[in-house]
């Protein structure tokens, strides 16, 4: 049917509905083990870009995974406008974990603090460093996880050849040889710290002496907590919810909400 000179056009199909299936799993304990209650999960959350996920259980431990399925090459809107294939399923590798909260006694209350992590929050990330939030009962804790490289010390000065006890050393006589005494029976003890006079260095120096080196040829992550919200709460923290300012976050108990920045 004709209208306004044009046709008119089909209806369009509905998408097709949204279908959830089974990818990847965390934690399979083995046969016959017996489930720890401190190995419970208690909080999960991703962070704003899904290539991080972080988990806590109530033992007070934050377990941090990171994707691995995918590798950015530029800015998230230019790879949003990027056809994707739907068939393929994000896969998640351990990262790193730590221990967040410990359990605690409120000798005022006489109430125990248990260190079940209640809530996860992420928070921007900064310099290549990954920021996030976690809370149980009564504690708040900022956390900064970090690659750190782990610095060995080598070319140390030590020569193989010049430890097997027959030989010491080069100018080691210096230092062991006997106190000079002179004749009244009285030791010079200064002259016994100092080298001798006729010490000299051999011609192409000493090669057992060489200088210690600093490398760093390992990386690992290093998780510090920066700062420490407590004692603002005086019934159990239910939720934490950080601003998009990145500067402000608030906390919920069951009759309060605090404002933090």
């Known amino acids: 049917m ?5 046709t008119e056009g089909s209806v369009a199909s509905p998408p097709p509905p949204l279908e959830w299936r089974f990818s990847q799993v965390f934690g399979e304990r083995l046969a016959g083990e017996e489930i ?16 991080h ?8 431990r ?13 800015p998230r809107k230019d790879l949003e406008k990027i056809d994707c294939s739907t068939s393929r399923h994000p896969e998640f590798r351990y990262q790193t974990e730590f221990q967040s909260h410990e359990p605690e006694f409120d000798y005022l209350k006489s109430l125990e603090i248990e260190e079940k992590i209640n809530k996860i929050r992420w928070c921007q990330m900064a310099n290549g460093a990954l920021f996030l939030l976690s809370t149980n009962d009564k504690t708040i804790k900022f956390w900064k996880v970090q690659e750190k490289k782990i610095k060995k010390v080598s070319n140390v000065n030590v020569d193989p050849s010049k430890t097997n006890g027959s030989h010491p050393p080069a100018g ?3 230092l062991t040889s006997p106190k000079p005494c002179v004749p009244n029976g009285i030791c010079d003890v200064r002259s016994a710290n100092y080298l001798s006079s006729d010490f ?31 004692h603002a709460h005086d019934y159990h923290i ?10 402000t976050f608030i906390s919920a108990d069951d009759l309060r909400i605090n404002l933090w920045n």
């Open 172 to 174: 080691a006589n210096t």
């Open 200 to 230: 000299s260095f051999p011609p192409g120096g000493i090669p057992s002496l060489h200088l210690p080196m600093v490398t760093s040829q390992e990386t690992s992550l290093v998780a510090r907590c920066r700062r420490i919200y407590a």
């Open 238 to 247: 239910n939720s934490i919810s950080n601003n998009s300012d990145g500067e």
């Open 2 to 6: 004709k209208k306004g000179g044009g």
């Open 36 to 51: 720890q209650e401190v190995d419970i999960i208690s909080a999960i959350e991703f962070d704003k870009t899904g290539d």
């Open 53 to 60: 996920l972080a988990t806590g259980d109530r033992g007070g």
């Open 62 to 74: 934050v377990v941090l995974f990171e994707r691995t399925d995918r590798k950015r090459v530029g």
